[in-house]
Nanobody, 115 residues
Framework: QVQLVESGGGWVQPGRSLRLSCPAS????????LNWYRQRPGKQRELVAT???????KYGDSVKGRFTISKNNAKNTVYLQMNSLKPEDTAVYYC?????????WGQGTQVTVSS
C-alpha cells in the first residue's frame, strides 16, 4: 500500500514562488514514475510534471520554464518548485504514482495565486 501526502500549498501573490512536497510510504521513488497533477476551478485534472524512476523529467506546456519537479529517494519525497506563479496556476495540486494496475493519489493541496 502506498500513501501520498501533499503539503506546501497556500496563498501567494503573482510572481512569487511555492514549493510543494509529497512524501510517500513505501520504497517507490527509485522504481516508479511520480507525477504532479492539478485541477483548476471548473477544469479537468491535468498533468503538470512527471519524474521517472531514473530521474527524467517532463512538463506540461503551461508550466515549462517555471516549475521544476525533483525527488529525494533517501527521503521518499517528490517536490514541485513553482516559480513566477500566475493567477491561472490556482488549483488543487495532487501527487500520483502508478504501480501495475493501481493508481495512488494524495488528498491534494490548495494553491491560490492572487493579489
Amino acid at each position: 500500500q502506498v500513501q501520498l501526502v501533499e503539503s506546501g500549498g497556500g496563498w501567494v501573490q503573482p510572481g512569487r514562488s511555492l514549493r510543494l512536497s509529497c512524501p510517500a510510504s513505501g520504497s517507490i521513488f527509485s522504481r516508479y514514475a511520480l507525477n504532479w497533477y492539478r485541477q483548476r476551478p471548473g477544469k479537468q485534472r491535468e498533468l503538470v510534471a512527471t519524474i521517472t524512476g531514473g530521474g527524467t523529467t517532463k512538463y506540461g506546456d503551461s508550466v515549462k520554464g517555471r516549475f521544476t519537479i525533483s525527488k529525494n529517494n533517501a527521503k521518499n519525497t517528490v517536490y514541485l518548485q513553482m516559480n513566477s506563479l500566475k493567477p491561472e496556476d490556482t488549483a488543487v495540486y495532487y501527487c500520483r504514482t502508478s504501480i501495475g494496475t493501481k493508481d495512488y493519489w494524495g488528498q491534494g493541496t490548495q494553491v491560490t495565486v492572487s493579489s
